[in-house]
């Protein structure tokens, strides 16, 4: 079965730090987003692509936080530099249009120290 | 804005109980309607969804209504198993697909 592969699982990053996920959605997905989940709390949509183009960023820290799909296919989330409210869960999700069911992958737990 | 509110967790039931999580959204014209769960560090997965109203979604068990007058999207299982035991989350889809917003997340612990 398809899956929305991410890594890595788990990255520990020091304060001020550059740090770097990779997100490869499934086969055929057009559409790919990025989230945030903080502990205790529902995902955040950071941004959203359609193709290689963004269609929402709205919620995406832009003094920090990149994000590119250069071939619309695979995505990077960049942030640089890292701060120790960046702790989180960062998932990608990908769906055949954006109007159809999201995949998640497994997400990326991401602790600054 | 749009939004989803759902009860607060945890809730705690015994096996074979009958589970009630519900929730509430605020949204402008028709949006669709998801419950998602994500057990112990996995990804999300799509439980069930709904795409306008009086639809019911419905899978492994669970079901739940699209209720426009009420705005809710209660979800529902007449007996739940301790494998049931996970984070569940209602979201909306904003009508033409462009944003999909979560709601806090609800947790459910069931005892065998």
Redesign the interface.
Same mark, same amino acid.
């Given at each position: 079965e398809a899956e929305?592969a991410q890594s890595p699982r788990y990255k520990i990053t020091e304060k001020s730090q550059a740090v770097a996920f990779w997100c490869d959605p499934i086969s055929g997905h057009a559409t790919l987003?990025w989230y945030r989940q903080i502990l205790? %709390? @529902?995902?955040? &949509?950071l941004v %959203?692509f359609q193709d290689e183009s963004v269609?929402?960023d709205s919620q995406l820290p832009k003094d920090r936080f990149s994000a590119e799909r250069l071939k619309g296919v695979d995505s990077t989330l960049k942030i640089q530099p890292a701060e120790l409210g960046d702790s989180a869960m960062y &998932?990608c *999700?990908s769906s055949l #249009?954006?109007? #159809?069911? *999201?995949?998640?992958? %497994? @997400?990326t737990r991401l602790t600054v120290v | 804005g749009n939004s989803v509110t759902q009860m607060e967790g945890p809730v705690t039931l015994s096996e074979e109980a009958f589970l009630t999580i519900n929730c509430t959204y605020t949204a402008t014209g028709y949006p669709s309607l998801f419950w998602y769960v994500q057990y112990p560090g996995e990804g999300l997965q799509l439980l069930l969804k709904a795409t306008k109203a009086d639809d019911k979604g419905s899978n492994k068990g669970f079901e739940a209504t699209y209720r426009k007058e009420t705005t809710s999207f209660h979800l529902e299982k007449g007996s739940v198993q301790v494998s049931d035991s996970a984070v569940y989350f209602c979201a909306l889809s904003e009508a033409g697909g462009f944003k999909t917003i979560f709601g806090a997340g609800t947790r459910l612990f069931v005892k065998a």
């Amino acid at each position: 079965e398809a899956e929305v592969a991410q890594s890595p699982r788990y990255k520990i990053t020091e304060k001020s730090q550059a740090v770097a996920f990779w997100c490869d959605p499934i086969s055929g997905h057009a559409t790919l987003y990025w989230y945030r989940q903080i502990l205790g %709390q @529902g995902p955040e &949509l950071l941004v %959203q692509f359609q193709d290689e183009s963004v269609v929402d960023d709205s919620q995406l820290p832009k003094d920090r936080f990149s994000a590119e799909r250069l071939k619309g296919v695979d995505s990077t989330l960049k942030i640089q530099p890292a701060e120790l409210g960046d702790s989180a869960m960062y &998932l990608c *999700a990908s769906s055949l #249009t954006r109007n #159809t069911e *999201a995949f998640f992958g %497994q @997400g990326t737990r991401l602790t600054v120290v | 804005g749009n939004s989803v509110t759902q009860m607060e967790g945890p809730v705690t039931l015994s096996e074979e109980a009958f589970l009630t999580i519900n929730c509430t959204y605020t949204a402008t014209g028709y949006p669709s309607l998801f419950w998602y769960v994500q057990y112990p560090g996995e990804g999300l997965q799509l439980l069930l969804k709904a795409t306008k109203a009086d639809d019911k979604g419905s899978n492994k068990g669970f079901e739940a209504t699209y209720r426009k007058e009420t705005t809710s999207f209660h979800l529902e299982k007449g007996s739940v198993q301790v494998s049931d035991s996970a984070v569940y989350f209602c979201a909306l889809s904003e009508a033409g697909g462009f944003k999909t917003i979560f709601g806090a997340g609800t947790r459910l612990f069931v005892k065998a």
